[in-house]
C-alpha cells in the first residue's frame, strides 16, 4: 500500500495549482496566510482530482478554482472551531485565536467564506452556488446541533446526522461540484462514504487516545455504543465495526471503474481508514 505522500504526488500538479489559487486575493494578514500555508493533506481536493482522473475527465482551470474554494471553507471551519473549542494550537502551531484573539479569529474564518464564494460565483453555475451556499448552511445546522447537545448522549441516529452535516457533506460537496463542472452525471456516494468514515475514525481515535471531545460534552459513536462516557471495549469494537462498513460501502461505491493508478490511489485511501 502506497503511503499518503505518494498517493498526493500522483496528482502534484493539480495540487501545486490548488495552492496557488488559495492564495490569490489573500493578502490582508501574515497570520492567516502563514496559516493558509501550514501543512495540509488536502483530502478534499485529491479526493475529486483522483476520482476525475480515474474517470478520464478533464482538469481545468474551473475544477482548481472550484476545489480552492472548498480548501478555503473548510480552513474557515477550522478557525472557527478552535475559537468555538477555546483552543491554543493547531496544525503545531499556535491557533489564529490565540495570536489574534477571538473577535479577528472569527472575522478571518468569515473572510475565508467571502473570498471561497466569490471564487466558485466566477464559476457562473447557479446550480453550484446553490449546492454551495445549501452546504454551508448544513455544515453551520450540524455545528449549532452540536452545541446544544452538549453533555447529552444523542442517538445513533442523531450522531450520523450530526457527523454527515458537519464532515461528510464538504466531501460531497467537494466531487458533487467537480463532477457538475464535469457534466457527469456520476453519483457522490464515494464521498459520502469516505467523509463519514473519516470522521468516525477521528472520534474513535479520541476516545482510545485523547477524549478531548468527552472533556467538552461532545459525545461520539464509542459513548452511545458504551451506553455511558466510561467507554468499553464492547462500545470501541462496535464503533469500529461502523467505521468499517462505511470503508466497504466506498469501496464498493467505485467497483464499476476501471483499473488505474488513479482508481487504486482512491481505494488505498479509504482502506488506509479501517480499523482492524
Same mark, same amino acid.
Given at each position: 500500500?502506497?503511503?499518503?505522500?505518494?498517493?498526493?504526488?500522483?496528482?502534484?500538479?493539480?495540487?501545486?495549482?490548488? +495552492?496557488?489559487?488559495?492564495?490569490?486575493?489573500?493578502?490582508?494578514?501574515?497570520?492567516?496566510?502563514?496559516?493558509?500555508?501550514?501543512?495540509?493533506?488536502?483530502?478534499?481536493?485529491?479526493?475529486?482530482?483522483?476520482?476525475?482522473?480515474?474517470?478520464?475527465?478533464?482538469?481545468?482551470?474551473?475544477?482548481?478554482?472550484?476545489?480552492?474554494?472548498?480548501?478555503?471553507?473548510? &480552513?474557515?471551519?477550522?478557525?472557527?472551531?478552535?475559537?468555538?473549542? $477555546?483552543?491554543? !494550537?493547531?496544525?503545531?502551531?499556535?491557533?489564529? *485565536?490565540?495570536?489574534?484573539?477571538?473577535?479577528?479569529?472569527?472575522?478571518?474564518?468569515?473572510?475565508? #467564506?467571502?473570498?471561497?464564494? $466569490?471564487?466558485?460565483?466566477?464559476?457562473?453555475?447557479?446550480?453550484?452556488?446553490?449546492?454551495? /451556499?445549501? !452546504?454551508?448552511? *448544513?455544515? !453551520?445546522?450540524?455545528?449549532?446541533?452540536?452545541?446544544?447537545?452538549?453533555?447529552?448522549?444523542?442517538?445513533?441516529?442523531?450522531?450520523?446526522?450530526? =457527523?454527515?452535516? +458537519?464532515?461528510?457533506?464538504?466531501?460531497?460537496?467537494?466531487?458533487?461540484?467537480? #463532477?457538475?463542472?464535469?457534466? %457527469?452525471?456520476?453519483? /457522490?456516494?464515494?464521498? +459520502?462514504?469516505?467523509?463519514?468514515?473519516?470522521?468516525?475514525?477521528?472520534?474513535?481515535?479520541?476516545?482510545?487516545?485523547?477524549?478531548?471531545?468527552?472533556? /467538552?460534552?461532545?459525545? !461520539?459513536?464509542?459513548?452511545?455504543? %458504551?451506553?455511558?462516557?466510561?467507554?468499553?471495549? *464492547?462500545?470501541?469494537?462496535? =464503533?469500529?465495526?461502523?467505521?468499517? *462498513?462505511?470503508? $466497504?460501502?466506498?469501496?464498493?461505491?467505485?467497483?464499476?471503474?476501471?483499473?488505474?493508478?488513479?482508481?487504486?490511489? #482512491?481505494? &488505498?485511501?479509504?482502506?488506509?481508514?479501517?480499523?482492524?
Amino acid at each position: 500500500m502506497k503511503n499518503y505522500s505518494e498517493i498526493l504526488n500522483i496528482a502534484k500538479k493539480e495540487i501545486n495549482l490548488l +495552492k496557488k489559487e488559495m492564495f490569490e486575493g489573500i493578502s490582508v494578514n501574515d497570520k492567516i496566510s502563514n496559516f493558509l500555508n501550514s501543512p495540509s493533506k488536502h483530502i478534499r481536493p485529491l479526493l475529486s482530482f483522483l476520482y476525475l482522473k480515474a474517470l478520464g475527465l478533464n482538469i481545468d482551470d474551473a475544477q482548481i478554482v472550484y476545489q480552492s474554494a472548498i480548501e478555503l471553507v473548510h &480552513n474557515a471551519s477550522l478557525i472557527h472551531d478552535d475559537v468555538i473549542d $477555546e483552543s491554543d !494550537t493547531r496544525r503545531g502551531k499556535n491557533s489564529l *485565536n490565540k495570536d489574534l484573539g477571538n473577535k479577528l479569529a472569527v472575522i478571518s474564518g468569515d473572510f475565508l #467564506l467571502s473570498k471561497a464564494l $466569490e471564487k466558485v460565483i466566477s464559476i457562473n453555475s447557479i446550480e453550484l452556488i446553490d449546492l454551495f /451556499c445549501q !452546504t454551508l448552511k *448544513n455544515m !453551520t445546522m450540524g455545528e449549532i446541533n452540536q452545541y446544544h447537545s452538549v453533555f447529552k448522549i444523542p442517538s445513533l441516529e442523531d450522531y450520523l446526522s450530526k =457527523t454527515e452535516q +458537519k464532515t461528510a457533506d464538504l466531501f460531497v460537496l467537494s466531487l458533487k461540484g467537480s #463532477l457538475k463542472i464535469a457534466k %457527469s452525471e456520476e453519483n /457522490c456516494d464515494f464521498a +459520502k462514504n469516505f467523509g463519514m468514515a473519516f470522521q468516525i475514525r477521528d472520534d474513535l481515535i479520541n476516545a482510545k487516545t485523547l477524549k478531548t471531545d468527552f472533556e /467538552c460534552g461532545i459525545y !461520539t459513536a464509542p459513548v452511545i455504543f %458504551s451506553g455511558g462516557v466510561e467507554i468499553s471495549q *464492547n462500545g470501541l469494537e462496535k =464503533t469500529r465495526d461502523l467505521l468499517n *462498513n462505511y470503508v $466497504e460501502k466506498a469501496e464498493k461505491s467505485i467497483e464499476f471503474m476501471k483499473e488505474s493508478v488513479y482508481k487504486e490511489a #482512491l481505494l &488505498n485511501l479509504v482502506r488506509g481508514l479501517r480499523d482492524e
